[in-house]
């Protein structure tokens, strides 16, 4: 627990920090478009927020009317400059608080020979790139490079480890504590968060932990029951495998030639995915289980050539240096998910 006494009120401290973010002001970051846009037609409806269901708190039976940030931007009635010039000044008066970065890439670029496939690491955390002799070639081929650690990556690492070391009671709070549990060894951890920022949509963020703690519901595709199967007998013959360094390092592949393109733009694996608050829950519920019996299946929604949606099951197994990830299209067992709306994020 971070806090020294608990917060009198936090229920409705959480609905003042969301609308914060909706709408930019109390030195809150907004949302990005998509998200804001999703969320606003959540909170619009007349009817109690998920994650109040059950409680004596009618939070959202009003609805909201103010509108999000990017909304007011649109419509002319908020000032990027002004806004941008009172976010600077919070920022600098929160310089002692971690914060959420994201690193642009004019800066990356002039400082390193940055290609989507790089994998680059932390100099502070003295990370060296090894990898076996069967693996070095592969690895090779994917230009990985272990150099440098951008500021946000940092900053990212330093709030998960906050969050983790705090009561596991909200779902982002048990994400943040199932990774940082389960990458025992530090230089683990940190390549990980690295690898999994990307430049302008970074894995870990504030939009993915908010979109958690507001519990979207029952939907199917977020149940321990889809993301977990407990009957994992396939009919058909695996697609292909993924070879993953101990930080999901893409490293290597053999078939997939349906993920051939997402694979070649991806560092790390848990970017092969068409939700991050899907993956997001895959990772709480998995890595305990993974890290104490060295194997587990799960299922996943990806992405494949244009906008099309695939269901694959992919079987995790420990191996020296890594892992080995056998993976099973099963999107025939599951075609009236790939029709349904997409999740928020």
């Known amino acids: 627990q971070s806090r020294r006494q608990a917060m009198a009120n936090p229920e409705k401290s959480f609905q003042t920090a969301l609308l914060g973010h909706i709408s930019g002001t109390s030195r809150r970051r907004p949302f990005p478009p998509d998200i804001e846009e999703a969320i606003l037609h959540e909170l619009r409806k007349k009817q109690i927020w998920e994650?109040?269901?059950?409680?004596n708190m009618n939070i959202g039976v009003q609805g909201i009317r103010k509108y999000g940030y990017h909304e007011a931007l649109k419509r002319g009635e908020t000032s990027p400059k002004k806004e941008r010039k009172k976010r600077r000044k919070s920022s600098l008066s929160e310089s002692t608080k971690p914060v959420i970065k994201e690193t642009s890439r004019k800066r990356i670029a002039a400082n390193t020979s940055f290609h989507l496939c790089d994998v680059e690491s932390s100099e502070p955390f003295g990370i060296q790139g090894t990898a076996n002799s069967d693996e070095k070639e592969t690895m090779d081929k994917r230009h990985v490079n272990v150099s440098i650690y951008d500021h946000g990556s940092q900053s990212t690492l330093t709030e998960l480890l906050a969050m983790a070391e705090m009561i596991p009671n909200t779902p982002s709070r048990m994400l943040a504590a199932s990774v940082v549990q389960f990458f025992s060894n530090q230089q683990n951890l940190a390549t990980f968060i690295e690898t999994t920022q990307e430049l302008h949509n970074p894995f870990f963020?504030?939009?993915l932990y908010h979109l958690l703690d507001l519990n979207?519901?029952?939907?199917?595709?977020?149940?321990?029951?889809?993301?977990?199967?407990?009957?994992?007998?396939?009919?058909?013959?695996?697609?292909g495998t993924f070879f993953l360094s101990d930080s999901f390092l893409i490293v290597g592949s053999h078939g997939l030639e349906m993920l051939n393109e997402k694979v070649d733009a991806m560092r790390n694996w848990v970017q092969v995915c068409a939700f991050r608050i899907q993956m997001a829950r895959i990772l709480t519920l998995a890595l305990p289980i993974l890290k104490s019996k060295g194997h587990i299946v799960i299922q996943r929604m990806v992405v494949t050539g244009g906008s099309s949606m695939s269901v694959l099951r992919e079987m995790i197994q420990r191996v020296p240096n890594?892992?080995?990830?056998?993976?099973?299209?099963?999107?025939?067992?599951?075609?009236?998910?790939?029709?349904?709306?997409?999740?928020?994020?």
């Open 322 to 345: 890594g892992y080995s990830v056998t993976v099973h299209d099963v999107s025939y067992k599951f075609a009236h998910l790939l029709s349904l709306p997409k999740l928020f994020l």
């Open 205 to 207: 963020s504030s939009p």
């Open 216 to 239: 979207p519901g029952d939907d199917f595709r977020l149940h321990d029951r889809f993301l977990l199967p407990e009957n994992t007998t396939t009919t058909n013959s695996p697609i």
């Open 51 to 55: 994650c109040f269901r059950g409680t």
